[in-house]
């Protein structure tokens, strides 16, 4: 090893005894002929391995690994990991002491290693009593811009991020569901390399930076989801996007029933996008050709197949407001362009199962007591300026996610009936004074509750699935 691997293995060492020591992972290294180097934080194992040959594996093929213990090295986690095929780079984030973060991150050779290794390994466990969670781990590339001014056309945002920025790839602009000639006030930049990606952000993420005399808000967008091509397969369902807002799903359906009539099942339009659900998976395909770029009501469409989402899983991730639910089973479609972070397109996560309702579960944000010290300083401060980790019921979410949108308050009425037993059933009806004359006046959960308290966190949860898939148009949140 030379004398950066050296200082790797020597800070380990700090915390390690026996057999997890430095000889572990030096024979590690002559077992495999695998190179080991610490730097910046992470020690990388391999990357390329022996004898690689070519450029790096393509996107898709790193997984993120969760909840390590501290004191677990790679002589005990490369030989886990190599089960589910060959290891290009295994990267495990140290501390200065010499234990690991708790996390690392693995990247195969090939998608379908990686897949593999999400299933045999996720919740693995890796000593007793020490689940290990394995998921897909992608390098972001895409860049979200927000302050955009409306009447640039993507030419005049490519031409300007290109002179600001290096290794600009891609613009993607949409337009406005109200004025097609005009843009939404925000866009995505798709660059080379995850690096170039952080290096713009780096630049421009001052707050200061400005585009065409405005301050423009920049944060990472969120990573495609990817989804394998097994499941694209059987898709047979169409999204289609840049509708206009008065188009009716009786006209999609017929536009799109023309190329062959009858092969259309249903449609389900939601503000400016919809999906078209077909018998035949073949029709789907020869539909999206003929009608991708057709103008509807004087609006030229785009036309992909939809990608199916487990909703369990999704739900479990986080809400993230780009779920369009289906009552009639656990597959649901995203639409990837709402796919960015810290933006009012993006709910937050609710609470887990109410009233035995699936809903999604929040992420793991410590709840506990401190104790209050007198001579404490405390300051003022707004709920509207905290995060919307900090709030664990979706009564406040949906009070936050208003006040986000410069909207008023939602408006709660609840309404009773009495079971056949006898009791009083709850239930709320919410609206948004600030879309209530758009597509949807006011929503209302199918379930009836016992108690006020259950009955509003249910409506507000309902309510929260639902405005993700009314495409309002987005601005940043700095959250």
């Not at 077909?278 to 103008?295: H, I, L, T, Y």
Request: aromatic content about 10%; proline content about 6%; glycine content about 6%.
């Amino acid at each position: 090893m030379n004398e950066e691997n050296i200082d790797g293995t020597n800070g380990c060492s700090k915390v390690r005894t026996g057999t997890q020591n430095e000889a572990a992972l030096l024979a590690l290294m002559e077992k495999t002929g695998y190179n080991m180097v610490q730097e910046n934080g992470q020690r990388k194992f391999g990357g390329p391995p022996p004898g690689w040959e070519g450029p790096p594996p393509p996107r898709g093929c790193e997984v993120f690994v969760g909840k390590i213990p501290r004191d677990m090295y790679e002589d005990e986690l490369v030989p886990v990991f190599e089960r589910a095929g060959k290891i290009y780079e295994f990267r495990l984030m140290m501390e200065f002491s010499g234990e690991n973060r708790g996390y690392a991150f693995v990247m195969y050779t090939t998608k379908e290693e990686a897949q593999l290794a999400i299933r045999i390994l996720n919740n693995y466990e890796i000593r007793p009593g020490k689940f290990i969670g394995v998921c897909v781990s992608l390098d972001n590339c895409r860049l979200f811009i927000g302050a955009i001014p409306k009447e640039k056309k993507k030419e005049d945002i490519l031409d300007e991020m290109r002179k600001v920025t290096e290794g600009v790839v891609d613009v993607i602009v949409y337009p406005s569901a109200t004025d097609k000639t005009k843009n939404r006030g925000f866009a995505f930049v798709e660059y080379e390399s995850h690096r170039a990606a952080a290096m713009a952000r780096r630049k421009l993420i001052p707050g200061t930076f400005q585009l065409w005399g405005h301050t423009i808000q920049v944060d990472w967008a969120d990573p495609e989801k990817e989804v394998d091509e097994e499941t694209m397969q059987r898709v047979k369902v169409l999204y289609v996007r840049n509708l206009m807002i008065s188009t009716t799903e009786e006209t999609i359906k017929a536009e799109f029933n023309k190329f062959k009539p009858g092969a259309v099942e249903r449609v389900k339009k939601l503000r400016d996008y919809a999906f078209v659900h077909f018998f035949n998976r073949e029709d789907a395909v020869a539909a999206m050709s003929v009608m991708n770029g057709k103008c509807i009501d004087g609006a030229s469409i785009e036309v992909t197949l939809a990608k199916p989402v487990n909703k369990e899983n999704t739900w479990r991730q986080h809400l993230n407001g780009q779920i369009s639910p289906n009552s009639e089973n656990l597959i649901v479609f995203t639409n990837k362009e709402e796919n960015h972070p810290k933006t009012l397109g993006k709910l937050p996560a609710l609470p887990a199962r109410l009233n035995g309702q699936h809903s999604p579960s929040p992420p793991e944000v410590e709840r506990c007591t401190y104790p209050f010290y007198p001579g404490t300083k405390l300051t003022p401060i707004s709920m509207y300026s905290l995060k919307s980790n900090h709030f664990n019921s979706a009564v406040m979410h949906l009070d936050y996610y208003c006040n986000k949108n410069n909207w008023a308050p939602p408006e709660y009425y609840l309404y009773s009936t009495t079971s056949q037993d006898g009791k009083v059933l709850l239930v709320y009806k919410i609206v948004i004074p600030a879309i209530a004359n758009g597509s949807q006046s006011y929503f209302m959960p199918d379930k009836l509750c016992t108690t006020l308290e259950d009955a509003k966190e249910l409506a507000a949860q309902f309510t929260l699935l639902h405005l993700g898939n009314l495409d309002i148009c987005p601005c940043q949140i700095s959250c």
